[in-house]
């Protein structure tokens, strides 16, 4: 911020300069989302409501996975008492809903059914399972906030004194953890603890149980057990856990203040209001155990004194979080004014709504030269206007609406979650800033509907054919590519959508309707029509060529047609000059297709299926990339087996599906690249039968004589087909892989390569099968 006031001071001054800097300064995105906490912007601490009564409200985490021990066991269920601190540590083979029922109902069977039970919002503590337990039996469930494990501060505290335990006693042998645990709680019970001033023994029993040292001063004393009757016995606990129960409220107290006055020396109050913009604290996308802020996000509540409702968006929608994990954003506003001799009231000002992405968001190869850099920037200097992130409107096309009835159709709004109804508000405002709409009066009416952006689907390989071997490859994408293509006159009163703030129509072609791709491809195709070395799928624009010279040239031409039309394309989603492209999970480019290597990872990272649906779902990835993989229908077949009619939606592993489910990953790591088809060279097509699947391979050699692949394709026999014989199955192979690839092989030369000699005698015997 100085230096800001160095540089501006040096040349320029006016009245209140300092307070202006400082504000503009203090709107800047990055820095906001950068900054380093100061260590005094925590909230003042909110000491929780003491309970007195043993297990009226307990709080349970999970430890582990920890070593397996010989019984099974992996994870720790631990459980603390919040008015005893009296711990229990249930050792558990896995972590599932189920498992930690279980584990409660035995806990409830010893010391009675909570009222409260405190977790964290870990998926096994909030399954649909525990919420129908917890109804059952009347229990009040409560989770944390998210990322604030001092909320539920006892339990997480003894796990961590429990781990340090095990991890002395078990010193010699880590697998007989479950074995010691036990002793482990044995002596926490025992001890009195910090807050309480008290052994959790002491507080549940009212009386201090046998202890190793008791044991030896009753043997050095000599003194007995003092005898008395029930009832003495009976009100002489009932006296003593009435009087340590004031006591331990009163240390309770006095050590809550101790630890709050200690908190709050460098706290302070913080404070937002709905509508109120924030970021928060999260963690990384990279890596859970680091932390940024992101957002900005919309206050739609406040929780409690220390948590608020925030609009996330996405599947989230609503979270609550504490305010230590959230931040004030400040928003630039844009103020333009215009000195004139005259002033007609015509001028407008405006208020952008979201933020402008500049030129240095354009992702360029890092092989450039400086020369080829500076080259790029300069071709995009004269084309500012079309690169931004607000849409333009086409003067190429209009969309129109017909219907099959002139009669208005009218609907009611849908009710908008909560949760929504801040981020539906936003949208509508931004879209009326940018006149994308415009409040109606017309009788046509639709519900708004929130839904989840959808990837298109593309022919890939006539993609890849344009691609060939060009050097270099550049990737520009629409601003919204819908929103700029406008509405005809009569369609704008059909496009009516109602909302809880009001009747809008659209000016512009909105998502969603099934008519959009049939007006925008057109435009697309006619956008870029007599353009060497430029393709196009959706709303994204490829442009290809051999040498640098020519590729500035065509990424020019395709800059001044989007500039002739009205176009712009989003800089941050703008690759340059790269080497290859990635392409609906396929990396594309210097004539080689390959897998996308983060899509391959997700599915060799998928965990064993354990129901039919999850199977279907591993299939439908894996086969997605089945032309990459040589035999694929036999490698899948087990698979194919498991959720074929009538299976039971519990999936039974056996030997051969699991070799399946490993090899199919195994083949994807060690996918081979395939290469893009040069059609002056001839085709080699190698085909095979098994008794369960047909495959091929379509392969060119280059001009060392080295053979690459083209494709790779395969499919699994019909019953009926597995009734042929071995000549008829072979044959089928080479049928239906010409029948196929028919696009690549007709008018080519082309030689196919079989194992099964009989095949040369086809021509002689074709007239004594009719099979053949």
Request: net charge positive; glycine share 6%; charged share 25%.
């Amino acid at each position: 911020m100085e230096e800001t006031k160095a540089r501006i001071t040096a040349a320029l001054y006016w009245s209140g300069m300092f307070g202006d800097i400082q504000r503009h300064c203090q709107t800047c995105d990055v820095c906001q989302k950068t900054a380093r906490r100061t260590g005094k912007e925590g909230a003042p601490m909110v000491c929780p409501t003491i309970v007195s009564d043993p297990f009226v409200k307990i709080a349970m985490d999970i430890v582990g996975p920890l070593q397996r021990t010989k019984a099974g066991h992996e994870y720790i269920l631990t459980i603390i008492d919040e008015a005893t601190r009296y711990p229990e540590a249930i050792p558990l083979k896995d972590i599932e809903a189920k498992t930690v029922a279980n584990a409660l109902i035995g806990l409830f069977s010893r010391v009675g059914i909570p009222k409260v039970i405190l977790t964290d919002q870990g998926t096994n503590f909030t399954s649909t399972l525990l919420k129908e337990l917890y109804n059952m039996l009347n229990i009040k469930g409560i989770t944390t906030s998210p990322y604030r494990t001092e909320l539920n501060g006892n339990v997480e505290r003894f796990n961590g004194t429990l781990k340090a335990v095990l991890k002395k006693l078990c010193s010699t042998n880590s697998e007989e953890w479950d074995v010691m645990l036990p002793y482990a709680l044995f002596c926490y019970r025992e001890v009195p603890h910090e807050s309480t001033g008290f052994s959790p023994f002491e507080l549940l029993y009212g009386w201090p149980v046998r202890w190793p040292i008791g044991i030896l001063m009753d043997v050095f004393t000599g003194e007995g057990e003092m005898k008395m009757s029930v009832v003495e016995h009976v009100q002489s606990i009932r006296q003593q856990l009435a009087e340590v129960s004031e006591l331990v409220k009163e240390n309770l107290t006095e050590c809550h203040k101790k630890v709050k006055s200690w908190h709050d020396k460098n706290a302070t109050k913080r404070e937002f209001w709905p509508e109120d913009e924030v970021l928060g604290l999260l963690p990384s996308d990279a890596s859970k155990m680091k932390a940024h802020w992101k957002g900005p996000y919309r206050v739609i509540g406040k929780a409690n004194d220390v948590n608020y409702k925030i609009n996330v968006g996405g599947r989230r929608g609503q979270v609550t979080y504490h305010s230590n994990l959230l931040g004030k954003y400040k928003r630039a506003v844009l103020l333009s004014a215009t000195v004139c001799d005259k002033f007609d009231g015509g001028g407008r000002i405006e208020f952008p709504l979201a933020e402008i992405e500049s030129l240095d968001k354009i992702s360029l190869n890092s092989r450039l030269t400086k020369e080829q850099r500076d080259q790029v920037r300069n071709v995009f200097a004269e084309f500012e206007h079309v690169l931004t992130s607000k849409p333009g409107k086409t003067n190429l096309i209009t969309h129109n609406i017909r219907t099959t009835t002139d009669i208005p159709i009218t609907q009611k709004p849908y009710r908008i979650p909560h949760a929504k109804r801040a981020e539906v508000r936003a949208i509508v405002a931004e879209m009326l800033q940018q006149e994308l709409i415009r409040p109606s009066t017309s009788p046509w009416s639709s519900p708004v509907v929130l839904v989840q952006k959808k990837d298109g689907s593309l022919r890939l390989y006539e993609l890849f054919e344009k691609l060939g071997n060009t050097k270099y490859i550049s990737k520009l994408d629409m601003t919204k590519g819908y929103w700029q293509v406008p509405l005809s006159k009569e369609a704008q009163e059909k496009s009516d959508f109602v909302t809880p703030f009001g009747l809008y129509e659209f000016t512009i072609m909105p998502f969603g309707m099934k008519t959009l791709p049939a007006t925008f491809s057109p435009m697309m195709d006619l956008l870029l029509s007599k353009l060497r070395g430029v393709a196009s799928y959706f709303d994204d624009i490829i442009i290809y060529s051999e040498t640098w010279e020519d590729h500035l040239h065509d990424l020019r031409a395709v800059l001044e047609r989007l500039q002739e039309n009205n176009l712009t394309v989003k800089p941050s989603k703008c690759d340059i000059g790269k080497d290859s492209i990635v392409c609906l999970g396929h990396i594309v480019g210097g004539g080689q297709i390959k897998p996308d290597e983060a899509k391959v990872k997700a599915m060799v990272d998928f965990p064993l299926p354990t129901t039919n649906k999850a199977v279907r779902s591993f299939l439908g990835m894996v086969g997605y990339y089945r032309k990459f993989i040589k035999n694929f229908a036999q490698l899948s077949a087990p698979l194919c087996m498991l959720i074929r009619k009538g299976q039971p939606n519990r999936v039974t592993w056996d030997e051969n599906a699991v070799k399946s489910f490993s090899d199919l990953k195994n083949a994807l790591v060690k996918a081979r690249i395939l290469i893009n088809p040069v059609f002056e060279r001839p085709f080699v097509l190698q085909t095979d039968a098994s008794d369960v699947s047909i495959g091929a391979v379509l392969s060119q050699y280059n001009d060392n004589k080295d053979e690459h692949p083209i494709a790779y394709l395969s499919r699994k026999l019909l019953p009926r087909e597995q009734n042929y014989s071995t000549i008829e199955k072979e044959c089928l192979a080479i049928v239906w892989a010409v029948e196929t690839l028919h696009y690549y092989l007709c008018g080519a030369p082309l030689s196919v390569e079989t194992d099964h000699n009989p095949l040369t005698w086809l021509s002689q015997n074709k007239g004594k099968n009719n099979g053949f």
